[in-house]
């Protein structure tokens, strides 16, 4: 069990490197018709139809401030599972690319320090150096707030 929970899945969003745990990651998909929600905050672009299952999108790059980029065939999305007060649901995340699967011990990843960030590190988990790069891994858990979450669930209902 130790293995994978050491595992994370490095992407790129504006050329910096990210991950996220691992055993968060359903699966990764290459661009899917959104359908777009409306009165939601700029970055949740919308929804997908993955095999019948309604799952909500997520733009990094506009919840983190960067400017945000047409989408094109070689835009991916990660497909993580959310938990939150009793509750599990499916949310994609668009990114730039995926990069890797790296194997990091707890003791190889630092605290943030709150200076030379262009996003909030609220939502930072730590940063690891690998090989010669820098890699910050993300506490998805916090990307969204719980409002946020019941607002996504309340649109897909309607």
């Known amino acids: 069990m130790n293995e994978i929970k050491n595992k994370y899945l490095v992407f790129t969003i504006?050329?910096?490197q990210f991950a996220i745990s691992?055993?968060?990651v359903q699966e990764v998909i290459s661009y899917q018709?959104?359908?777009p929600l409306y009165d939601v905050s700029s970055y949740l672009k919308g929804v997908i139809n993955l095999?019948?299952?309604i799952i909500p999108v997520l733009d990094l790059r506009l919840k983190f401030g960067l400017p945000e980029v047409a989408y094109t065939e070689?835009?991916?999305f990660i497909i993580i599972n959310l938990e939150s007060e009793n509750q599990s649901s499916l949310l994609g995340l668009v990114v730039d690319s995926v990069k890797d699967v790296i194997t990091l011990d707890e003791s190889e990843i630092q605290q943030p320090h709150e200076i030379g960030f262009k996003f909030k590190s609220k939502y930072i988990h730590g940063i690891a150096q690998y090989h010669d790069d820098v890699v910050i891994i993300l506490d998805i858990q916090k990307i969204l707030t719980t409002e946020e979450i019941i607002e996504l669930h309340e649109q897909i209902k309607e």
């Open 14 to 16: 504006e050329k910096e």
């Open 22 to 24: 691992l055993p968060l």
């Open 33 to 35: 018709p959104i359908y």
């Open 51 to 53: 095999r019948g299952k």
């Open 74 to 76: 070689r835009t991916i």
